[in-house]
């Protein structure tokens, strides 16, 4: 029987007069690859400051694992074992490769204080684990070569996967990517969505993704949301998300009969190209 990581119970987001999210319901389960996607506005990153923390739902429940997130503060949000990343990079770009890891690792440390400004036996320790973990997860995420480089000078692409590699450093068991595509070229896309799929595996991951490059999306997601102002207009496998008319509508606009059957046309030929990809996947 699957276990549900993460259950959103008609949630609701209102700022004033604004109706950011509406009445959203999702559920993920373990192990699952989950991506919610949607026109610019349509809030999805509302949805993933509603779980993690940052906005408190104006109605609805959200729950990990069973456990009620509503009311909690963000630190302890990621204690139970939700991480995340951001839309725009949110490095420290002045420390080291190896100094970003081991900042997300502070989030389990025992020792106190004062024990850490004296380096009291007990936080010598601690720190040294702390490094040996960083450099075994830059290893493990291909990047222990950078490791005594500065962030910022590291590529985009490999910037984009630091910030993942710092997320999986708070030893996450759910982890929300917002738009880990974002502003990469086709290769570094593709690149990205291999490394998705491999940590996924190797680190018994959940993932919940916003993305807006729809070929990643279609390529690695097993379940797909589909928001619109706010509220969910489609949910479903892939090749059912694409030749969704209201999912259609909401990314193409209103058109013509014409218009509409050419449109319907050509994602109903992108759906069977995606089929085919997987079948060919499956045989390989």
């Given at each position: 029987m699957s276990e549900t990581v993460l259950q959103i119970q008609n949630a609701t987001m209102r700022f004033g007069g604004v109706l950011a999210v509406n009445d959203l319901s999702i559920d993920v389960q373990k192990g699952e690859l989950v991506a919610l996607i949607g026109p610019n506005g349509a809030g999805k990153t509302t949805a993933f400051n509603m779980i993690t923390g940052v906005y408190q739902p104006t109605e609805g429940m959200i729950f990990f694992k069973g456990e009620k997130l509503n009311g909690l503060r963000s630190d302890r949000i990621a204690k139970k074992g939700i991480a995340r990343t951001f839309q725009n990079i949110r490095l420290f770009k002045n420390l080291t490769v190896l100094e970003n890891v081991m900042i997300a690792t502070h989030l389990h440390v025992k020792s106190g204080i004062i024990s850490n400004?004296?380096?009291?036996?007990?936080?010598?320790?601690?720190d040294k684990e702390r490094r040996e973990k960083s450099r075994r997860l830059l290893d493990r995420t291909g990047l222990l070569q950078y490791q005594n480089d500065i962030s910022s000078s590291l590529p985009y692409g490999l910037q984009r996967r630091l910030e993942i590699a710092r997320a999986l450093a708070t030893d996450p068991t759910l982890l929300l990517l917002d738009e880990p595509a974002a502003g990469m070229n086709p290769t570094e896309t593709e690149d990205l969505g291999r490394f998705i799929q491999e940590i996924r595996e190797e680190f018994d991951l959940t993932v919940f993704l916003i993305e807006h490059h729809m070929q990643l999306v279609m390529d690695i997601s097993q379940k797909i949301y589909v928001l619109e102002y706010g509220r969910t207009i489609a949910?479903?496998?892939?090749?059912?998300?694409?030749?969704?008319?209201?999912?259609?509508?909401?990314y193409l606009g209103e058109?013509?009969?014409?218009?509409?059957?050419?449109?319907?046309a050509a994602c109903r030929g992108q759906a069977s190209s995606f089929r085919m990809k997987q079948s060919e996947m499956k045989e390989e």
């Open positions: 400004m004296l380096m009291l036996p007990n936080a010598r320790k601690e949910c479903g496998a892939p090749e059912e998300i694409q030749s969704n008319p209201a999912v259609i509508k909401a058109s013509s009969d014409e218009d509409t059957q050419k449109e319907e």
